[in-house]
Antibody
């Protein structure tokens, strides 16, 4: 069974940093299209970042230059390094992946999410 | 590209038909228009990809359609488990979600 488990969330002060992890099981993350999506309390979904073949990356404008997506294939783990955090980054962060290219970038496997709270 | 979903909330009874709308600010490829369902405290679940294809395990009462800038998700006969928030999504150069439609039990 393909599973994703996020960790690393927590309470951090404005301007601080966190590293989120997303451990995959039941599949190899190497070369796989994977995403981070966040959801602020009571709000809709917001695309954050994704990584795809050749380890090409994309970032939503509001996080560009502050967040970095990466992966460690030996640990089968996806990361999201969050820096210069702001109150508006407070959200549940989900990692997700597409298990079949027939889904045309539809994310059919999601983790349960990890909560990031930015507050002094 | 901005995605605008309507209505923001919809109150219906089990057995009724639900039609949810997603409008994009410019014409998009139907290959990259998707729908997700989300229940409280849970991650989203992929329902529809490529505008009208159901993901694995999705009942056939869910159907998607549309083209250009106007897309719809239809639930033909609502079951109690269908009451949730529905998000449309465009995977393009700048992936984006709509703000969601909350489907509530009347």
């Amino acid at each position: 069974e393909v599973q994703l488990v996020e960790s690393g969330g927590g309470l951090v002060q404005p301007g601080g940093s966190l590293r989120l992890s997303c451990a995959g099981s039941g599949f190899s993350i190497s070369g796989t299209y994977m995403s981070w999506v966040r959801q602020a309390p009571g709000k809709g979904l917001e695309w954050v970042s994704h990584i795809y073949s050749g380890d090409n990356t994309y970032y939503e404008d509001s996080v560009k230059g502050r967040f970095t997506i990466s992966r460690d294939n030996s640990k089968n783990t996806l990361y999201l390094q969050l820096s210069s955090l702001r109150a508006e980054d407070t959200a549940v962060y989900y990692c997700a992946t597409m298990t079949s290219p027939t889904y045309y970038y539809g994310l059919d496997v999601w983790g349960q999410g990890t909560t990031v709270t930015v507050s002094s | 590209i901005v995605l605008t979903q309507s209505p923001g909330a919809l109150s219906l009874s089990p057995g009724e038909r639900a039609t949810l709308s997603c409008r994009t600010s410019e014409s998009v490829s139907s290959n990259f228009l998707l729908w997700y369902q989300q229940k409280p405290g849970q991650p989203p679940r992929l329902l529809i990809y490529r505008t009208s294809s159901r993901a694995t395990g999705i009942p056939d009462r869910f159907s998607g359609g549309g083209s250009g800038t106007d897309f719809t998700l239809t639930i033909s006969r609502l079951e109690p488990e269908d009451f949730a928030v529905y998000h449309c999504h465009h995977f393009g150069g700048s992936p984006a979600f709509g703000q969601g439609t909350r489907l509530e039990i009347k």
